[in-house]
């Protein structure tokens, strides 16, 4: 498994479909995720430090959560079969639950536990944004290089940004929700 740190949130046009997007701690890969847009906005509002009035869907399960004593220890994408991503999350005591990685991930970020991919759905459905994207100039640098930590947040989801102006939604499978 391979930890994660989540980029951000963006909305692909033309079809308005939100797409998730994670990114390898040590690595050049990102793996963009179609979610559906209730995830994407519970999601997005808690990493820009939003709070609801009233507790949201993944809210609610991290309190109950806590009442019952439990505690989350690390959401997972653990699979991708035909199309589909899988996931799980894991608990204490190593008890594991299947999800959806939408909710797992907006479970995750709001229980401050780490997201990890494996390393097999990295190799099928990740993608390298190049830094050059949109800089035909510029190289695009050898792929076996030890990656440079990301310091420019911001200019990472303009790279992703124009990438995805770049692309089809065909180029990242079937149209399913994950």
Request: net charge negative; proline share 8%.
């Amino acid at each position: 498994m391979i930890e994660m740190r989540i980029v951000g949130v963006r909305v692909e046009m033309p079809h308005q479909q939100p797409i998730l997007v994670l990114r390898e701690l040590a690595g050049p890969r990102s793996l963009p995720i179609m979610i559906g847009s209730g995830e994407a906005t519970a999601i997005a509002m808690h990493l820009q430090g939003m709070v609801p009035p009233r507790p949201m869907t993944h809210d609610l399960f991290k309190d109950s959560l806590s009442a019952l004593g439990r505690t989350l220890t690390q959401v997972r994408v653990d699979d991708f079969r035909d199309g589909t991503l899988y996931g799980e999350l894991v608990f204490d005591a190593d008890v594991t639950v299947s999800a959806r990685p939408s909710d797992a991930v907006a479970l995750a970020v709001r229980c401050g536990v780490p997201v990890y991919v494996a390393d097999a759905v990295l190799d099928e459905a990740g993608i390298v944004i190049p830094e050059s994207i949109g800089d035909e100039s510029a190289e695009s640098g050898d792929a076996d290089e030890p990656a440079t930590p990301i310091t420019d947040p911001e200019g990472e989801m303009e790279r992703f940004r124009e990438f995805l102006d770049n692309v089809s939604p065909e180029d990242f499978g079937p149209e399913e929700q994950q």
